[in-house]
C-alpha cells in the first residue's frame, strides 16, 4: 500500500497561444504572441508560443520590442471568452478522473490522485491524462508529481512544453536546492534580490538558514518559504477553492505602484464598500471570495477562499479579503488589486440572518468613502487612513 500523498500539478503550455492554434491550425509552427490592447501602460504580450520564444520573445516584453526581437511575429488579441470556455472543458476532464481537483487559474490546477495510484504508477496515470487533454483539446500540458502542492508546482516547470516530472523529498538535495532562489513559486524578483544580498542564492541556502532567524527577517511570509523549502507544504487540494457561479467584481489599477501594507488594506477596504453595496442591491450574499494581485513586473496571482457564513457587509468583505492577501502576498511592488465574490444566493434562502447594526453601520460610511475616493483620485492612495479600522486594530 502507497503511504502518503501523491499530488499532480498539471499547467498547460502557453495556454492562450496553444488554444489559438488549436482553433486555428495554420498557426502551429509559427511564432504567435497574444497580446493586450495597447491601453494606459501601452500593449505588452501575454503569452506567446514556443517558436516566438526561441527568437527571445518572453511575456510582459512590450510589442514593439517583441517584434524587433522576431520580425516575423504574428501578433493576436486575447480571445477570453474562448479561453474560458476551452478550461472548462479542461478541468472537466481532470475531475474525469477525480472529485479532488482544485481550479488554481484558468490554465493550471491540483489533483490529489492518492487514491488513483494505488494499483497505477504516478507516470502511467500522468500520461493518460497528458495525452487524453492532446487528444480532445489538441493542447499540450506539463505535470508535476510530488508529495505536496508545491513541490508539485515546481516540478510542472522542470520540464516544457509536454513535460512529465517527479519531485521527491528523498531527492531535494538534488533536485531542487541547486536551484537559484528565483526560481522557487513563491518568490518574487525583489525578494530575490533582497535573499541574494544576504547571502542566500538557492533554495537549498533557504533550507539550511535558521528558521527562527528567517522568519524575524521575513515573517510569516518567511517561514512559508523555510517550510517549502524543506518540503513542507500541508495545505490540501481543495475543490471549493474556485466556483464556476455568477460573481461580482471590483478592481483597480493604482496611479502608482504599491509596496506597503496598510496602503494595501485601503484600497482592499473601498473596494469591499462597492462590493457590499452591489451585493446589496441584488440583494444576495456571497459565500466565496477570491482576491487578484497584479504586480510591477505583470504578474498576476488569484487566490479564494470559501466561507460558511456568508458575506455581505463591507468589514466582512474587507477583513477576509485582507486575510488572502496578507498570507498570499510576497512584498512585491502592487500595480493592480482586486476582489471578487461569487456562490451568490439571494438574501431569503441564506442560513444567516443579517446583522441590522451592522448593515446601517456600514451604510453610515458611504459619505465617508464616497469622499475618500474623490481625495484618492485626486490626490493618490497614499492621502487618507481610515481611522475607523485603526480604532478597530487597537480594540483587539
Known amino acids: 500500500m502507497r503511504k502518503g500523498k501523491i499530488i499532480?500539478?498539471?499547467?498547460?503550455?502557453?495556454?492562450?497561444?496553444?488554444?489559438?492554434?488549436?482553433?486555428?491550425?495554420?498557426?502551429?509552427?509559427?511564432?504567435?504572441?497574444?497580446?493586450?490592447?495597447?491601453?494606459?501602460?501601452?500593449?505588452?504580450?501575454?503569452?506567446?508560443?514556443?517558436?516566438?520564444?526561441?527568437?527571445?520573445?518572453k511575456t510582459t516584453m512590450q510589442v514593439w520590442e517583441a517584434k524587433r526581437k522576431c520580425p516575423g511575429l504574428i501578433v493576436k488579441p486575447p480571445h477570453f471568452d474562448l479561453y474560458r470556455s476551452v478550461s472548462r472543458k479542461l478541468f472537466a476532464l481532470l475531475r474525469s478522473y477525480t472529485d479532488q481537483v482544485e481550479r488554481v487559474s484558468i490554465d493550471e490546477g491540483y489533483m490529489d490522485v492518492t487514491s488513483l495510484t494505488e494499483d497505477r504508477h504516478p507516470v502511467q496515470l500522468a500520461q493518460a491524462i497528458q495525452q487524453q487533454i492532446k487528444d480532445q483539446l489538441a493542447l499540450p500540458c506539463s505535470i508535476g508529481i510530488a508529495p505536496n502542492k508545491f513541490m508539485a508546482k515546481m516540478a510542472s516547470d522542470m520540464k516544457k512544453p509536454m513535460g512529465i516530472t517527479i519531485l521527491r523529498k528523498r531527492e531535494m538535495h538534488k533536485t531542487l536546492w541547486p536551484l537559484p532562489?528565483?526560481?522557487?513559486?513563491?518568490?518574487?524578483k525583489k525578494t530575490a534580490e533582497k535573499l541574494v544580498n544576504i547571502g542566500i542564492k538557492t533554495i537549498g541556502d533557504i533550507a539550511?538558514?535558521?528558521?527562527?532567524?528567517?522568519?524575524?527577517?521575513?515573517?510569516?511570509?518567511?517561514?512559508r518559504l523555510h517550510e517549502r523549502a524543506n518540503g513542507y507544504d500541508p495545505?490540501?487540494?481543495?475543490?471549493?477553492?474556485?466556483?464556476?457561479?455568477?460573481?461580482?467584481?471590483?478592481?483597480?489599477?493604482?496611479?502608482?505602484?504599491?509596496?506597503?501594507?496598510?496602503?494595501?488594506?485601503?484600497v482592499l477596504h473601498r473596494l469591499a464598500y462597492r462590493l457590499s453595496r452591489k451585493l446589496k442591491e441584488k440583494r444576495s450574499l456571497a459565500y466565496q471570495l477570491s482576491i487578484a494581485i497584479r504586480y510591477s513586473d505583470w504578474?498576476?496571482?488569484?487566490?479564494?477562499k470559501t466561507v460558511q457564513q456568508p458575506l455581505q457587509t463591507t468589514e466582512d468583505i474587507a477583513q477576509l479579503a485582507f486575510q488572502i492577501f496578507s498570507t498570499h502576498w510576497n512584498g512585491e511592488p502592487i500595480r493592480l488589486l482586486g476582489i471578487t465574490v461569487q456562490a451568490l444566493e439571494p438574501v431569503t434562502k441564506a442560513?444567516?440572518?443579517?446583522?441590522?447594526?451592522?448593515?446601517?453601520?456600514?451604510?453610515?460610511?458611504?459619505?465617508?468613502?464616497?469622499v475618500l475616493q474623490d481625495l484618492e483620485d485626486k490626490y493618490g492612495s497614499s492621502v487618507v487612513r481610515l481611522g475607523i479600522d485603526d480604532k478597530q486594530e487597537k480594540g483587539k
Open 299 to 304: 504578474k498576476n496571482i488569484s487566490r479564494a
Open 351 to 370: 442560513s444567516k440572518q443579517l446583522d441590522l447594526f451592522t448593515y446601517e453601520q456600514d451604510a453610515s460610511k458611504e459619505p465617508l468613502f464616497n
Open 8 to 57: 499532480f500539478h498539471v499547467d498547460m503550455n502557453s495556454f492562450y497561444a496553444s488554444v489559438e492554434m488549436a482553433e486555428h491550425p495554420e498557426l502551429r509552427g509559427k511564432p504567435l504572441a497574444i497580446a493586450g490592447k495597447v491601453e494606459d501602460r501601452r500593449g505588452i504580450v501575454v503569452t506567446s508560443s514556443y517558436e516566438a520564444r526561441a527568437h527571445g520573445v
Open 208 to 223: 539550511h538558514y535558521p528558521k527562527a532567524a528567517f522568519v524575524e527577517q521575513f515573517g510569516k511570509y518567511g517561514e
Open 235 to 266: 495545505r490540501e487540494v481543495d475543490p471549493e477553492a474556485e466556483s464556476e457561479f455568477k460573481s461580482i467584481s471590483q478592481s483597480t489599477t493604482l496611479p502608482r505602484d504599491i509596496q506597503d501594507e496598510e496602503e494595501a488594506r485601503l
Open 181 to 188: 532562489v528565483s526560481e522557487m513559486h513563491g518568490v518574487g
